[in-house]
Structures are given as structure tokens and as C-alpha cells.
């Protein structure tokens, strides 16, 4: 059993930032791919980033936050960080951590990869 709690959200004004943290439970952090979701309300959960195990890998969806937000780990910490910035209105949503701890590939992007969620974080972006 994987626990993930998430954290650092909050309001921010358009063109500003916030760093998400997702802390893992667990000796074996380090063998798990990382990914992060975003859902807003009335829409799907949608993917933004993943990380390979050693964090050498990674992928952002395109068009809607590449360049914008960068995701990274610290193993000895067992954490992933999502660092958001030029926030947009349009990032608003509850943002979810994942970890898939039988990686296949270096990453995935689909949400159906993921054994274990977070509860969730809330950004909200004022314009």
C-alpha cells in the first residue's frame, strides 16, 4: 500500500506561481513512475506531467503546459514536485499526484497506469 498526500495549493493571481509537493509512503519510492493529474470542475482528469524513476525522464502535456510547469523528484525524500508557473485561469483545478509502481516504460500518461492517488490539491488561479 502506497499512501500519497499532496500539498502546496492554494489562490494565486494570474502570472503567478506555486510549487506542488506529493510526499509517498514507503521504502521503494525510487522504483516508482510519477505522474501528475489535474481535474477541474465539469471536465475529465486530465494528464500534465510524469516522471521516470530516476527523474532523468520526463513528459509534460503538450500545448497546455509545456514550457509553464516543470516536474521533478527528490528519491531520498520520497516526493515529486510540480513547479507551476506564469499560471494561467484556465490551470484551476484539483491537482492529483500518481505513482505507478510497476512501470512498464519510463512513464505514462495514461491514468489507467497509475496503482495509487492522492487526494488531491486545489489550485486557484484569479485573474
Known amino acids: 500500500q502506497v499512501q500519497l498526500v499532496e500539498s502546496g495549493g492554494g489562490l494565486v493571481q494570474a502570472g503567478g506561481s506555486l510549487r506542488l509537493s506529493c510526499a509517498a509512503s514507503?521504502?521503494?519510492?525510487?522504483?516508482?513512475?510519477m505522474g501528475w493529474f489535474r481535474q477541474a470542475p465539469g471536465k475529465e482528469r486530465e494528464f500534465v506531467a510524469a516522471i521516470s524513476r530516476s527523474g532523468v525522464s520526463k513528459y509534460y502535456a503538450v500545448d497546455s503546459v509545456k514550457g509553464r510547469f516543470a516536474i521533478s523528484r527528490d528519491n531520498a525524500k520520497n516526493t515529486v514536485y510540480l513547479q507551476m508557473n506564469s499560471l494561467k485561469f484556465e490551470d484551476t483545478a484539483l491537482y492529483y499526484c500518481?505513482?505507478?509502481?510497476?512501470?512498464?516504460?519510463?512513464?505514462?500518461?495514461?491514468?489507467?497506469?497509475?496503482?495509487?492517488w492522492g487526494q488531491g490539491t486545489q489550485v486557484t488561479v484569479s485573474t
Open positions: 514507503g521504502r521503494t519510492f525510487s522504483t516508482y513512475a
Open positions: 500518481a505513482a505507478d509502481v510497476n512501470p512498464t516504460e519510463a512513464y505514462s500518461i495514461t491514468a489507467g497506469s497509475y496503482d495509487y
